[in-house]
């Protein structure tokens, strides 16, 4: 594409617009050429803007527009895949300070945000009236825009589902600087295409969304978890179907294996999960919570599920129903990530989803990768909706052999997560990071009608170039 580069007269006019938020040459913070795994590259943009309304991405947009700039929308840059990467240069639009709670309205039992708030406190927000924001992504510092842009997942996402479910209505600023609001706080919508859903997950490469209306539920009034150790990953992901089919509804259902609990105990300095029971080694464990309106109505759930367990190998089951025993328990799944930064210098992250009775085999094939390729493999996910963690970790080897080892672990697994009737991704996103494997997973047809929907909503190919289906020539 020739794209053009930000001219003298167009700075000018942003800076008239942005007083004191419009960034150029050495002020332009290093944050903004990368997102949070290194290894999906390092671009720095010719100026980056902070916005604080609808209306200010209207204006930079029509300027980046007029002068044929490329435009990367950028939320708190905790993505997993390169989505935020300014691969081509151009304007970072910043939308981190477009981070006002609006309101929260409990007769439409929604909360309306500006696409900047953290997720973090749009949870603490529901939280203090007794509501709760469902969408759980491990990051809670990842802004509700970016969110919604890439559907992010979590471990609610068992129960409640995806970001995408929640939306009620949101605020697009189109490339052109156009403003549509897509969506309304109803619960049914059958008017036409679904042009909210379609910005939901499209990465800011279609629209950039600037406000949002999302869905609020009533908290739970008790939550409970169960552990269930096994002797192996088989056994282990075999009780999952067995938890739904039975009508138990788990809030999250997430597996893990030994040597990332293992990971994560020496990364926190304690103990928590049992690694024998009864002489018998634990390889794998699972994590279930349930929710409900009081511990009476629980109590046959739980019931229920620990004998499901035991009779599909757990080793044992263990109850977490005080608030101590809870935090602990979840520390370790929720600092899997962490350890694993502390523990290797170098790492790499997928999130292949597969059927949940293929798990098992999945992990078992990448595990299986390791010795050829030199590095650690480690495999954690959600079990409930079949989403799968895989990191391949090593320390200190050479970064090009790193580098070219990644690669192919890459396009095994994600030949095996295909061959398996899975999907590359199920809550990171392409990015530009997976953009060789879509065509391989949806085939070409489908990869040339999202560059037709591509080209319609962003004629000049402006908006975050480089990303989803969209390669730069």
């Keep these: 594409m020739n794209y053009s580069k930000p001219s003298a007269e167009m700075i000018e006019a942003l800076q008239a617009l942005l007083p004191g938020r419009v960034y150029t040459g050495d002020d332009i913070n290093d944050d903004y050429t990368h997102d949070e795994m290194a290894y999906n590259g390092k671009y720095y943009p010719d100026l980056a803007v902070e916005v604080l309304t609808t209306q200010e991405v209207s204006e930079v947009c029509r300027l980046c527009y007029e002068n044929n700039v490329p435009i990367v929308p950028r939320g708190a840059g905790t993505g997993l895949s390169g989505g935020c990467v300014p691969v081509a240069g151009g304007v970072i639009i910043d939308m981190s300070k477009m981070n006002q709670i609006l309101s929260v309205d409990l007769d439409r039992m929604v909360i309306r ?209 005080t608030a101590d025993g809870f935090r602990n328990v979840w520390a370790v799944r929720g600092n899997v990530l962490e350890a694993l930064l502390a523990n290797f210098k170098q790492q790499e992250e997928t999130d292949v989803v597969v059927p949940i009775p293929n798990i098992a085999e999945f992990v078992a094939y990448a595990v299986s990768l390791e010795d050829e390729l030199e590095f650690k493999v480690r495999a954690t996910g959600h079990a409930g909706d079949g989403n799968v963690h895989i990191n391949v970790c090593a320390n200190d080897m050479d970064e090009d052999k790193f580098v070219n080892n990644v690669a192919i672990f890459m396009d095994k697994v994600y030949e095996k997560g295909i061959e398996l009737g899975g999907l590359i991704s199920g809550e990171h996103g392409i990015g530009s990071a997976k953009m060789k494997y879509l065509a391989r997973n949806l085939g070409e047809e489908q990869v040339a009608l999202m560059k037709a929907i591509k080209q319609a909503c962003d004629p000049k190919m402006l908006l975050n170039p480089g990303k989803v289906c969209f390669f730069i020539q």
């Design 113 to 321: 945000v500006q696409a900047g708030a953290l997720v973090e406190d749009v949870q603490k927000a529901c939280d203090e009236i007794d509501m709760m924001y469902a969408p759980d992504p491990g990051e809670k510092l990842a802004t509700v825009g970016g969110n919604v842009a890439t559907n992010a997942g979590g471990m609610r996402a068992c129960k409640y589902g995806t970001t995408r479910d929640h939306v009620r209505a949101m605020t697009v600023v189109m490339p052109n600087g156009d403003i549509m609001r897509m969506g309304a706080e109803v619960s049914k919508n059958c008017t036409g295409y679904s042009l909210m859903n379609l910005m939901s997950g499209s990465e800011g490469t279609l629209g950039i969304i600037t406000e949002l209306s999302m869905k609020i539920i009533a908290k739970p009034k008790v939550m409970i978890s169960l552990l269930a150790p096994f002797e192996d990953l088989e056994s282990c992901i075999s009780c999952v179907s067995k938890i739904k089919a039975a009508g138990l509804d788990p809030q999250a259902l997430e597996f893990m294996m030994r040597d990332n609990v293992a990971d994560v105990e020496e990364f926190l300095g304690k103990k928590i999960y049992p690694d024998k029971i009864d002489g018998v080694d634990c390889g794998a464990y699972l994590l279930v919570t349930f929710d409900g309106p009081n511990e009476d109505i629980l109590d046959e759930t739980l019931e229920t599920a620990a004998d499901l367990f035991m009779e599909n190998g757990a080793l044992d089951v263990l109850i977490y129903d």
